[in-house]
Nanobody
Framework: QLQLVESGGGYVQPGGSLRLSCVAS????????TGWFRQAPGKEREVISC????????YCPELTPGRFTISRDDAKNTVYLQMNGLQPEDTATYFC????????????????WGQGTQVTVSS
């Protein structure tokens, strides 16, 4: 079974940081494009950032340039999202996704999705 499992979400005060992790099981990330997305209640899903392989920079237009950084370690089969300077408007469920076709992630589409991890930014 192809799975992505996110972790690292939680409550944080404005200005704080979190690092999300997304571990793949049942398949190797090598060869897949991967991305991070988020969705707040009542809003559409947003693309945050996407990479095709380790050491890549994002090929998706970054939602929050300079604040959120995607990285990937294919040896650990894991994708990360480092989030700094979090603000209340960043409150959402964060998802990772993987697909063989990088352009699909640009459109917010993917064959494999994680279940999501909640991030809440509040004082």
């Amino acid at each position: 079974q192809l799975q992505l499992v996110e972790s690292g979400g939680g409550y944080v005060q404005p200005g704080g940081s979190l690092r999300l992790s997304c571990v793949a099981s049942g398949f190797a990330l090598d060869g897949y494009a991967t991305g991070w997305f988020r969705q707040a209640p009542g809003k559409e899903r947003e693309v945050i950032s996407c990479v095709i392989q380790s050491d890549d920079t994002s090929y998706c237009p970054e939602l929050t340039p300079g604040r959120f950084t995607i990285s990937r370690d294919d040896a650990k089969n894991t994708v990360y999202l480092q989030m700094n300077g979090l603000q209340p408007e960043d409150t959402a469920t964060y998802f990772c996704a993987a697909d063989f076709k990088p352009f699909r992630l640009l459109r917010g589409e993917a064959d494999i999705w994680g279940q999501g991890t909640q991030v809440t930014v509040s004082s």
